[in-house]
């Protein structure tokens, strides 16, 4: 309405075939009659999930229903929140903007490739400690077995997956090529051994 210029976080759900929309409007529904989902609906919500992004535009936040959204709540931690706290600030005092329409628009790509770099580097470091912990663990004793889940769908003999119990424990599963039928997305396989782990790459082989 007073067309304050500000960084906007924006999220565009993916187009979905008729199965699929149908069981993330299932998985929503029950999320509003209060049933939370399970770590089996997680992962398989995670598949028809997309990534926000930052904009110069307004678009809207889709993921959590607002037209449009920006955030000024944590202006010691984000660089985009501090400036949407000092447009908002100037706006209130009748004051001139501290960033024009088109000195935000240079801002975007910057803060965009750096929140890309923060959350890998997160990620990386909770793959790191995790698999650290469980070199560690297998040390001690060498004869255990995991319970993970599939994250994908087969290739090659090879499915994607994650140890619940471990969550930034992700990895690859080896299949059985004698078996016929092959776990999909949201399956639980039991008595994995896990093959090869390197803490530094963030690699995890499990084999059943």
Partial sequence: VN??????????????GDQAQ??????KMKVRCGNLPTYRDMTLLGSFLNSSFYSKEAYPHEMIGAPQYLTVTSPLRRFPDLVNHMQIHRFIQGLPMCFTQREISKLIDDIQSRDSILKNASR??????????????????QDQSFEVMVTSVPQVGLVRCVLPRFPSA?????LN??????????DTVTGCKISKIDCLDGILELEI
């Fill in 3 to 16: 067309n304050i210029p500000g960084i906007f976080r924006s999220y565009q759900s993916l187009i979905l």
């Fill in 22 to 27: 149908s069981e993330y409007e299932s998985m």
């Fill in 124 to 141: 990386q470091a909770a793959s790191y400690w995790t698999l650290k912990y469980l070199k560690n663990s297998l040390l001690k004793s």
């Fill in 170 to 174: 992700r990895g690859t599963l080896k």
């Fill in 177 to 186: 090529p004698n078996e016929t039928k092959f776990p999909a997305i949201g």
